[in-house]
T-cell receptor, first 115, second 111 residues
């Protein structure tokens, strides 16, 4: 079974530039998550989708971050404009459903460096 | 007070030693408790999962949950160099799969 795919793996940009990350979840998984993991910290949930609807985006900085999952499969996360403090690893995860205890499977992440 | 506290100090142990990791939490409503392992430059992978209080054993790994003390632990017996990784505790509420993570513990097992 193929895992969660993410691209690009690494990205370096200047502050105030825009950047987008892509995620392809495990086939058949209805729930998709984007996490931000700052160096030395645990992952922090940014947004959770159930199919193509948003379940939880309470911790998404909506003035600069946006995400979509148009067809309920792939998802993109965008930052516009980027700030220095956005330097982090952006992890995508998927689970079969949104139920408590449904295992979340993580992708390898995209490491973003903002200069 | 953060929801989940995990002392992030790195831990170095000789091969074969027992590794002991723990987390405390503040929200008594947490019901699902997990330990994830994260190798360098990789995403976290689920290692152990426990619902409510109690112990769970899987091979060399044992997870314990003490809800009365809001304290969870992970023990690794007969540690191997391949166990060298960062271990993250995570927990969630009933009816909500949003995970609250600790900061993670970097473990190095020295051959």
């Amino acid at each position: 079974e193929a895992g969660v795919a993410q691209s690009p793996r690494y990205k370096i940009i200047e502050k105030r530039q825009s950047v987008a990350f892509w995620c392809n979840p495990i086939s058949g998984h209805a729930t998709l998550y984007w996490y931000q993991q700052i160096l030395g910290q645990g992952p922090k949930l940014l947004i959770q989708f159930q199919n193509n609807g948003v379940v939880d985006d309470s911790q998404l900085p909506k003035d600069r971050f946006s995400a979509e999952r148009l067809k309920g499969v792939d998802s993109t996360l965008k930052i516009q404009p980027a700030k220095l403090e956005d330097s982090a690893v952006y992890l995508c995860a998927s689970s079969p459903g949104p139920q408590s205890g449904d295992t979340q499977y993580f992708g390898p992440g995209t490491r973003l460096t903002v200069l | 007070q953060k929801e989940v506290e995990q002392d992030p100090g790195p831990l170095s142990v000789p091969e074969g030693a027992i590794v002991s990791l723990n987390c405390t939490y503040s929200n008594s409503a947490f019901q699902y408790f997990m330990w994830y392992r994260q190798y360098s430059r990789k995403g976290p992978e689920l290692l152990m999962y426990t619902y409510s209080s109690g112990n769970k054993e899987d091979g060399r790994f044992t997870a314990q949950v003490d809800k009365s003390s809001k304290y969870i632990s992970l023990f690794i017996r007969d540690s191997q160099p391949s166990d060298s990784a960062t271990y993250l505790c995570a927990m969630s509420l009933y009816g909500n799969n949003r995970l609250a993570f600790g900061k993670g513990n970097q473990v190095v097992v020295i051959p």
